[in-house]
């Protein structure tokens, strides 16, 4: 009983760290109203070759937004390069150029779709990385994740299969490797069990115990 939940919990934390990384990684789409744009300057401590911790100093862009109900959105404008996600996004300059060409005000709002990843945390300064804008047809548009229902099936399909491979590969090669070595250890122990009242036989005849 205390194995199957600790299984059944280790299936459910499993299962909720990949869904958080799923969360994060995938693209996610907001429609947004642009109103400014911005280069700042941080301060990131990191160690060296040696281990030694050095202050590095680089530039980050950030994309400010409102959202149709007048909540603030903010994007850092970072390239990924060839690292994780793999969107393999080199166009920041390019990004910016069109973020600041979409600036509007509350009184003529040019609309638009931010597509983005990641999550805005502010106690860690976290901001979701923009990746491409293009325009909305409104306030009320509403991106369908077309991407993500897809990437999300295939991925479930896959492990599917993969664990239904893995099923059979083990019914067919290592059950029986198995019941193997469970008929030779029977057959070990039923030789050691008539070993043992052999010899119990022959103390009780010779010694009458």
């Keep these: 009983m205390f194995f199957s939940r600790l299984r059944a919990l280790a299936g459910i934390a499993a299962l909720l760290l990949t869904a958080g990384f799923l969360h994060y990684s995938l693209p996610s789409r907001d429609v947004v109203r642009i109103v400014g744009t911005d280069v700042v300057r941080q301060d990131v401590e990191r160690r060296d070759a040696e281990g030694n911790r050095v202050t590095v100093t680089r530039d980050v862009r950030f994309i400010y937004a409102k959202s149709p109900g007048g909540g603030d959105r903010v994007y850092r404008n970072e390239d990924t390069g060839w690292g994780w996600p793999p969107y ?75 664990r239904r491979v893995l099923i059979l590969l083990f019914r067919r090669h290592v059950d029986p490797v198995i019941e ?30």
């Design 88 to 162: 393999f996004k080199f166009d920041t300059a390019d990004l910016a150029a069109q973020a600041t060409d979409r600036v509007s005000t509350a009184g003529a709002p040019d609309w638009v779709v931010m597509r983005h990843y990641g999550w805005r945390i502010p106690v860690l300064s976290m901001f979701p990385n923009a990746l491409s804008i293009r325009s909305a047809s409104g306030p009320d548009d509403n991106p369908w994740p077309w991407f993500n229902i897809i990437f999300v099936t295939l991925l479930v399909l896959s492990v599917l299969i993969v």
């Design 180 to 209: 193997e070595i469970d008929r030779e250890f029977d057959q070990r122990a039923g030789a050691v069990a008539g070993r043992y009242r052999q010899a119990r036989r022959w103390v009780r005849q010779r010694f009458g115990v």
